[in-house]
């Protein structure tokens, strides 16, 4: 019924980046490796998951792919807390979704962990001969902003394992590091190897009120 | 005016084998222009037309149960004629009525009228629809008077994305002509609504409307025509009145819809608070498995349930919600949607965190009939008149 929960670690990573640049289907490519031209537009939040191998260990991403639509960010962006990586997709055939980029950092930066991994995906890379965002800018531009760089395309499925691969390990690296040094702190626990990075919705316990 | 491979002989006998026909493109009625000056001109009986009357003649050996359904179905419709034929409609009759389906054939009038567009007194009705279609009109004119530099960028861009995206891979929808209507619905009824502008969703719920209209002009089914094929001024009057019902729909719930969407976060809130009485163990479980009802419900308040059951079913639907009135598409909706999570229960309280986030982003609703839809619209009933007036138990007040 449900998968089994073996796995070493869990990442909360959320998807976002303006309406129609392509996030749902990047998802169902890396976790069902299927595409849709015809795909409804994401209303609030989807959810989906895929594990991957990393040096030895499983790790499992839980993916929040949200909508783009500016009047859904107060529903979405409460879905950035508990995440420790960040797809931010624009597409590269349309230069306002790279403009919004800077928004969408800040947003991140309002709602989301200061130390969130970053990766700027410039999807639709099929689309050459429609091409209105030059890859060097935008690898210039995630560089100054300190984010990883990947152009993709969900149609013809190109980087998109190593666009996940890629953030999924360097969430790794920074994860397994500081459980390493943190191994001395009596208070975490040190059986075993799991650590769930992603408490993806404990904290909104308080949110409804109890009748008497 | 007949278009199609058939001609209308063979329509009716297409009709007979119980059904709505399937063609190439679809098939106007004759009459749809004297239709569209008097909606009432529906009612006319059609011998062969009408799939409540041609079924039956049609099968000597028919069993027991199925004349009886007949005449249930022949006894049902003789009832809302009686009731929209009057010169001043009941609207509470209309209302009981409908609160328990409307036939096909009939709901192009019946909606309408429950929902105020159309005048209850019969003398008023043509004069006022002919009215609201040209101020419709009108307004489309003035709107993208100046082309589209003079639209609002932002919404249009949010619109120009959206209209393909709208029951994607639905012959209806994918043609040019309907999604250039869908587009002037949505646009002029966001620029006159500032407060909210559209927002992604609004255009599922326009499809209900746009699909019901427009089966009171042709004689096949309305997911496969090509609206290319009606005169402009059926097409006008299709958009049209899907733009003011449409129109008086959203205006119960623009909450949802404005900055912030209160309230979509006033019914999920409640939703969860019912849920919590109604159904004790699947709180619990939800709530230990740190699953948030605004994790799932959020869509379904959004989108009214269209995400989760096919159009067939929310038409259905809807029937009884314009029959409780505009209200019910933001209160009995919350009611709906609970007894639709509890429907589910046993399965849920088995899963775990993914699973049931997973299991109700897909629910297995594909087989779903007006019988599903109408189970689930008594349960929710039921909820409905024990906790409403009961403010008390609910925290948030």
């Given at each position: 019924m449900t998968e089994q929960s073996n796995f070493d670690y869990l990442f909360k990573v959320v998807l976002i980046g303006d309406s129609g640049v392509g996030k749902s289907n990047l998802l169902s490519r890396f976790t069902r490796n299927e595409f849709n031209l015809e795909t409804k537009s994401t209303i609030g939040v989807e959810f989906a998951t895929r594990s991957i191998n990393v040096e030895g260990k499983t790790l499992k991403a839980q993916i929040w792919d949200t909508a783009g639509q500016e009047r859904y960010r107060a529903i979405t962006a409460a879905y950035y807390r508990g995440a420790v990586g960040a797809l931010l997709v624009y597409d590269i055939s349309k230069h306002a979704t790279y403009v919004n980029v800077t928004r969408w950092l800040k947003e991140l930066r309002d709602h989301a962990d200061s130390n969130i991994v970053i990766m700027l995906v410039g999807n639709k890379s099929d689309l050459k001969h429609l091409r209105a965002v030059p890859t060097e800018e935008a690898k210039a531009f995630a560089a100054e902003n300190g984010l990883s760089f990947i152009e993709t395309s969900a149609l013809d499925a190109s980087n998109v394992e190593s666009a996940f691969q890629t953030i999924l390990t360097d969430i790794y690296r920074i994860v397994s590091s500081k459980s390493l040094e943190q191994s001395e702190d009596p208070i975490k626990p040190t059986s075993g190897d799991t650590i769930q990075v992603s408490h993806s919705v404990d904290q909104n316990q308080s949110q409804g009120g109890k009748c008497c | 005016m007949v278009i199609g491979e058939m001609d209308s002989e063979a329509d009716e006998r297409a009709g007979a084998l119980g059904g709505k026909p399937r063609y190439d493109q679809g098939v106007v009625r004759d009459d749809a222009q004297e239709i569209v000056d008097d909606p009432l001109r529906l009612i006319d009986p059609k011998p062969g037309r009408s799939s409540s009357t041609s079924r039956v003649d049609s099968q000597p050996g028919d069993s027991e149960k199925l004349m009886r359904e007949h005449s249930i179905r022949t006894n049902r419709r003789r009832k809302f004629v009686e009731c929209i034929t009057r010169e001043d409609v009941d609207i509470a009759q209309l209302r009981k009525l409908a609160?328990?389906?409307?036939?096909?054939?009939l709901r192009p009038l019946v909606w309408p009228l429950l929902l105020g567009y159309l005048p209850l007194p019969k003398p008023t009705r043509a004069s006022t629809l002919a009215r609201k279609r040209r101020e419709y009109s009108s307004l489309v004119e003035t709107t993208f008077m100046r082309g589209r530099d003079g639209l609002d960028q932002q919404i249009w861009h949010q619109i120009e994305i959206d209209v393909p995206r709208t029951r994607p891979g639905v012959r209806l929808w994918m043609q040019e002509s309907t999604q250039r209507s869908l587009e002037r619905i949505l646009y002029v009824w966001a620029i006159r609504h500032p407060a909210s502008g559209y927002v992604q969703g609004i255009n599922d719920l326009a499809t209900p409307f746009f699909q019901v209209f427009l089966s009171a002009y042709i004689d096949s089914d309305p997911e496969e025509f090509d609206t290319a094929l009606l005169s402009d001024s059926v097409r006008m009057a299709v958009e049209a009145d899907t733009f003011w019902c449409l129109s008086?729909?959203?205006?119960?719930?623009?909450?949802?819809?404005?900055?912030?969407?209160?309230?979509?976060?006033?019914?999920?809130?409640?939703m969860a608070e019912l849920v919590a009485r109604i159904d004790a163990p699947l709180a619990a479980h939800l709530d230990a498995e740190n699953v948030e009802f605004m994790q799932f419900a959020f869509r379904w308040m959004n989108c009214l349930l269209m995400r989760e059951i096919s159009v067939q079913n929310t038409i259905r639907m809807w029937d009884t919600y314009l029959a409780e009135g505009t209200d019910a598409f933001s209160q009995f909706h919350l009611y709906v949607c609970s007894a639709f999570l509890v429907r589910w229960s046993k399965k849920l309280q088995e899963m775990d965190f993914q699973g049931i986030i997973m299991f109700l982003q897909s629910l297995p609703t594909q087989g779903w009939t007006d019988h599903e839809v109408e189970m689930l619209l008594s349960e929710a009933f039921v909820h409905y008149s024990t906790w409403h007036n009961a403010q008390s138990h609910f925290g948030g007040k």
């Open positions: - | 609160w328990n389906g409307v036939p096909d054939e008086r729909l959203l205006d119960g719930i623009q909450d949802n819809y404005i900055a912030g969407q209160p309230g979509i976060q006033r019914s999920v809130k409640r």
